[in-house]
């Protein structure tokens, strides 16, 4: 079966079979379902290189995300998974550019925003981190006809082809069933380091943990960190709070910075006498996960992130596929016993 046949099949133009089986543009309700129920029929399956013949020219896909040494190097851990896959579909007649950003400056995310708008891709993934910024600019790129993934996160009323990434809010609950099973009985506060609060994500992960404590009725005391003031958390910021908050049970980081609560305990010539549970196997929380310092780490495979939303763009843009609207990253947990 061709394209051709199912437009005559369904009563329309082969452009709007086209704009169904790759996502281009918008169709009604009812014409998509009759589209896509006479693929499904048919087995339909698009000849990528065909269509790459057709259209005489490669398949384009960016991949904005922050720089890959912020963040600790979380971001760079993402970007080694979007190349294996660039590498991998590069011979399938697909481009792949990587725009990296100042994720703390406003003007570095326009500029890179304006250079995807601009180059108008076939496709495009990212995090959508910092609301504020990240929405106005969706709205541009749905104007645009730009399909496009997020990994990382997900962000509500939003229409990604596909979104990947944990719960993040059962991800927050685990974290605080883990320090319960730590702790035993928590009289002490608990402090939850909010970093990166205004995303929703972070979010939820503060909201799931903060579920679990209210359920458990143990004391929690929230410090929030917001990413729009231009910087990372520092260690004098998690020094500070440790000073004027001694007597902690535990602390959970919201993010991929624990090792930064540990570093701002050795700043101080303290001995940390309270547990502490993070998120991200980067190479820094990996060493004092290792240590002990570090009690649990929960790992969002972020290098897969990246590769599976590169490959799911393809799969979707290229081949046409039905791609799921979430694919859920397990919520893995590594202690020092189990750190590979």
């Keep these: 079966m061709t394209v051709k046949e199912i437009a005559e099949i369904a009563g329309v133009s082969i452009g709007t079979v086209d704009r169904v089986l790759y996502n281009r543009g918008r169709v009604s309700p009812e014409t998509k379902a009759k589209i896509e129920a006479i693929i499904e029929q048919h087995q339909f399956t698009p000849n990528p290189i065909a269509r790459r013949l057709k ?13 890959r040494e912020q963040d600790a190097g979380y971001w760079g851990q993402a970007l080694q998974g979007i190349q294996k896959s660039a590498a991998e579909i590069s011979s399938l007649g697909v481009k792949t550019e990587v725009i990296e950003f100042d994720r703390y400056s406003q003007e570095e995310f326009q500029s ?34 730009i399909p496009y993934v997020f990994f990382d996160a997900d962000l ?12 993040s809010f059962r991800g927050g609950y685990l974290a605080g069933r883990l320090m319960h099973l730590f702790a035993g009985k928590i009289t002490r506060p608990v402090a939850v380091l909010d970093v990166h609060g205004e995303d929703y994500h972070i979010i939820r992960r ?39 908050n001694s007597g902690l049970t535990g602390v959970f980081i919201t993010n991929c910075m624990a090792h930064r609560v ?19 196997l980067i ?7 290792r240590e002990g310092r570090i009690n649990a780490i929960i790992s969002q495979r972020s290098e897969d992130q990246g590769r599976n939303a590169l490959l799911n763009l393809y799969l979707s843009i290229v081949l046409g596929q039905r791609i799921p609207p979430k694919l859920e990253i397990p919520l893995d947990i590594y202690f020092k016993e189990n750190i590979p």
């Excluded at 490669?58 to 995300?65: G, I, N, T, V």
């Design 283 to 289: 190479p820094k929380n990996r060493v004092f996960l």
């Design 112 to 145: 890179a925003a304006a250079a995807i708008l601009k180059a108008k891709p076939d496709g495009l993934i990212f995090p959508p981190i910092m609301p504020d910024r990240t929405k106005p600019f969706i709205e541009e790129i749905q104007k645009a006809d």
């Design 55 to 67: 259209r005489n020219r490669a398949y384009h896909f960016c991949a904005l995300l922050p720089k």
């Design 156 to 167: 509500p009323g939003m229409e990604p082809i596909c979104a990947i990434g944990q719960d």
């Design 262 to 280: 540990v570093e701002a305990v050795k700043e101080r010539k303290k001995v940390q006498d309270f547990l502490l549970i993070g998120y991200d």
């Design 206 to 244: 503060r909201d799931g943990f903060l579920r679990y404590a209210g359920e458990h009725k143990f004391p929690v005391l929230v410090q929030e960190y917001s990413g729009y003031r231009g910087m990372e958390i520092s260690v004098k910021e998690i020094s500070r709070f440790l000073r004027a």
